[in-house]
């Protein structure tokens, strides 16, 4: 009962009061939450750190959901992230862990190409395999580092489904492979030859086309910059950070002379 008019309406302080666990609390997603959705321990819009980890795992998830048991990565989920992680001040840096079997190449294209135009540094481990459409992901960093018994499958661009028999759908598959092509020779210092050579390769693979490159191979290569795992990243990826913060400061100090 209100003391001041006696009626049993409640006061406006009470009427403010939400109670705990209903919908109109607001609630930060917990570390569970996060995990299960994203395969993230934190976000970049909360995390302390000023390294960003992203991880790219199991199957690239396309346009097409695939089986439940499939281990996948959907792009979906990769795009916000990285926009997050580039409009917060806090997060310096990424740190990119890939352990993929490669997917939808148009998915894969797309998250390489917003690896590639990140202002912040970026550094690429690879890690048990970084295969197919992996392989531009991978090279999309400012450095890119593989671990000793990783490997990178490269071969050409496989379609699934319903193909038309038509000289058409031979241009389209040719014109997205050179899409590839030209995307990994850009952003590593494999040759296009070599990179061909490899994709066209047989013998190498049971019953297919292409090139399983192990970590030492993919360096001699040109493919990736240098071995290492996440300590050579995270070490890699301060240098990056620090080099930017110097080529920022004189900036700064250009503007204010």
């Known amino acids: ?35 299960q959705q994203f395969g993230q321990t934190n976000v970049p819009t909360t995390g ?18 695939l089986p439940p048991q499939n281990k996948t990565t959907k792009y979906e989920h990769l ?16 740190l990119i862990i890939l352990n993929t079997v490669g997917g939808d190449v148009e998915a894969g294209l797309a998250i390489a190409e917003m690896i590639a135009s990140l202002t912040k540094p970026t550094v690429t481990v690879v890690i048990g395999g970084g295969h197919s459409i992996g392989v531009p992901i991978a090279v999309a960093s400012n450095y890119s580092l593989i671990a000793e018994s990783a490997t990178m499958t490269i071969h050409p661009i496989r379609m699934t489904g319903l193909v038309i028999g038509v000289p058409q759908t031979f241009e389209y598959i040719e014109k997205m492979q050179e899409r590839v092509v030209r995307f990994v020779t850009t952003h590593s210092k494999i040759s296009e030859e070599m990179f061909k050579e490899l994709m066209f390769k047989t013998g190498e693979l049971n019953r297919d086309i292409g090139t399983a490159v192990g970590g030492n191979d993919a360096v001699k290569f040109g493919l990736i910059d240098a071995i290492g795992g996440i300590g050579e990243g995270l070490n890699q990826l301060n240098v990056l950070i620090e080099n930017r913060r110097k080529t920022n400061m004189h900036g700064l100090e250009g503007i204010t002379q």
Do not use: W
């Not at 960003?52 to 199957?59: A, D, E, N, R, V």
């Open 48 to 65: 302390e750190s000023n390294v960003y980890c992203l991880t790219i795992i199991g199957q690239i998830e396309g346009h097409l959901v």
């Open 79 to 94: 795009i916000p992230q990285l926009v997050a992680a580039e409009q917060n001040p806090r997060i310096e840096g990424l």
């Open 1 to 35: 009962m209100n003391k001041d008019t006696g009626s049993m309406k409640p006061s406006a302080r009470e009427e403010e009061e939400i109670p705990p666990g209903s919908d109109m609390e607001k609630k930060e997603p917990s570390v569970t939450d996060v995990i």
